[in-house]
């Protein structure tokens, strides 16, 4: 079955960066469009950034494009998120997802279960 | 960047009841790039509808989504128990964006 399991969180001071990590399992990884989406406690859901399934193209929200940076390395079936120059307003539950492609539309298919990345000195 | 805006806030309703969320676009959006989720506390939302009217596998038949151009409805039919959560309508055709949720709460 589809797994996408995330890992890298924890408490960062502020100025500092941090690389999440997804490791995906069950799926054949490098035909699939990944994303990044995250939620501030208490908060509604914030998209952040996807990348194609061959990692050529990358596709940013415009208040993170700078900071944030997604890469992918299909050889060990692994999506990654840089963020750098944290600050109090990332801290959030970051969860991977997969474009589920065609079959629906290009809508998110599967997330992960997040990883909690709190901002705080 | 196109906003999202769903109504209402809260919705109480009681088990067997019809549940209607609204979803209202800044600017028209291709019903194709339109989606809808379901999150639980402590979980990672769930894709229920997507092209704004297609059930993901699995979902059951009571959940139904419509709409075109900026305006968007999901509807829960004949509300179970386990259906009290908060939904999050989602467009993605162009810089993705999600609506702010609605919750469904028990009257």
């Known amino acids: 079955q589809v797994q996408l399991v995330e890992s890298g969180g924890g408490v960062v001071q502020p100025g500092r960066s941090l690389r999440l990590s997804c490791a995906a399992s069950g799926f054949t990884f490098n035909m699939y469009d990944m994303q990044w989406v995250r939620q501030a406690p208490g908060k509604g859901l914030q998209w952040l950034t996807s990348?194609?399934?061959?990692?050529?193209?990358?596709d940013y929200a415009e208040s993170v494009r700078g900071r944030f940076t997604i890469s992918r390395d299909n050889s060990i079936q692994t999506l990654y998120l840089q963020i750098s120059s944290l600050t109090n307003e990332d801290t959030a539950v970051y969860y991977c997802a997969r474009d589920g492609g065609v079959h629906v539309a290009g809508a998110i298919d599967y997330w992960g279960q997040g990883t909690l990345v709190t901002v705080s000195s | 960047e196109t906003v999202l805006t769903q109504s209402p806030g809260t919705l109480s309703l009681s088990p067997g009841e019809r549940a209607t969320l609204s979803c209202r676009a800044s600017q028209s959006v291709r019903s194709i790039y339109v989606a809808w989720y379901q999150q639980k506390p402590g979980q990672a939302p769930r894709l229920l509808i997507y092209?704004?009217?297609g059930r993901a596998t699995g979902i059951p038949d009571r959940f139904s989504g419509s709409g075109s151009g900026t305006d968007f409805t999901l509807t829960i039919n004949r509300l179970e128990p386990e259906d009290f959560a908060v939904y999050y309508c989602h467009q993605y055709g162009s810089s993705p964006t999600f609506g702010q949720g609605t919750k469904v709460e028990i009257k």
């Open positions: 990348i194609s399934h061959d990692g050529n193209n990358k």
């Open positions: 092209g704004a009217s």
